[in-house]
T-cell receptor, first 111, second 115 residues
Framework: DQQVKQNSPSLSVQEGRISILNCDYT??????FLWYKKYPAEGPTFLIS?????DKNEDGRFTVFLNKSAKHLSLHIVPSQPGDSAVYFC??????????FGKGTRLHILP | NAGVMQNPRHLVRRRGQEARLRCSPM?????VYWYRQLPEEGLKFMVY????????ESGMPKERFSAEFPKEGPSILRIQQVVRGDSAAYFC?????????????FGDGTRLSIL
């Protein structure tokens, strides 16, 4: 049972444009959401998080939006840069702090 | 590099052998988490440990898998009598405490291949 779903396995975006990565979840008990970035042969790196009491969190070029009624969140990267090419994992946790990961979306930034 | 250190980076075992994966958390971190990533899948939680204690092992297979985090030394994930299906990337993460203000920091993983 996939509680965190990233339905797009891959996404290609032109350099300088906005990248939008989407994530859906099914467990209404999740109250904390995270995005991790992963390069090949490396471990995931924490990017940004958001609590369920907020609907937006911004950190530089990265913004995460949360729509609780739709159980949907998205990560916006603007402007997209070549170094943003990586796999992005959406993750969620509830009060037990166990993190549940999605399968990831591979982002390609095109020159 | 004061990050989470995992070794070996690559481990090859034959079916039936034992695999030992080591994880040294970041300095000052006493919480360790192990995850497994199968090909084309996300990371799946296996076990959460603090020094000398297993806090949550709900993601660990009931047989052949064990984990420890002794008072001294790294955390060890041990897989006995390995089978082909154990081939995966195993990631360790650490945090300084439990809770949302302390994101987990990941090591670069151990890639386990079973022949």
């Amino acid at each position: 049972d996939q509680q965190v779903k990233q339905n797009s396995p891959s996404l290609s975006v032109q350099e300088g444009r906005i990248s939008i990565l989407n994530c859906d979840y099914t467990n209404s008990m999740f109250d904390y959401f995270l995005w991790y970035k992963k390069y090949p042969a490396e471990g995931p790196t924490f990017l940004i998080s958001i609590s369920s009491i907020k609907d937006k969190n911004e950190d530089g070029r990265f913004t995460v939006f949360l729509n609780k009624s739709a159980k949907h969140l998205s990560l916006h990267i603007v402007p997209s840069q070549p170094g943003d090419s990586a796999v992005y994992f959406c993750a969620a946790s509830n009060r037990d702090d166990k993190i549940i990961f999605g399968k990831g979306t591979r982002l390609h930034i095109l020159p | 590099n004061a990050g989470v250190m995992q070794n070996p980076r690559h481990l090859v075992r034959r079916r039936g052998q034992e695999a030992r994966l080591r994880c040294s958390p970041m300095k000052g971190h006493s919480h360790v988490y192990w995850y497994r990533q199968l090909p084309e899948e996300g990371l799946k939680f296996m076990v959460y440990l603090q020094k000398e204690n297993i806090i949550d092992e709900s993601g660990m297979p009931k047989e052949r898998f064990s984990a420890e985090f002794p008072k001294e030394g790294p955390s060890i994930l041990r897989i006995q009598q390995v089978v082909r299906g154990d081939s995966a990337a195993y990631f360790c993460a650490s945090s300084s405490s439990q809770g949302r203000n302390q994101p987990q920091h990941f090591g670069d993983g151990t890639r386990l291949s079973i022949l």
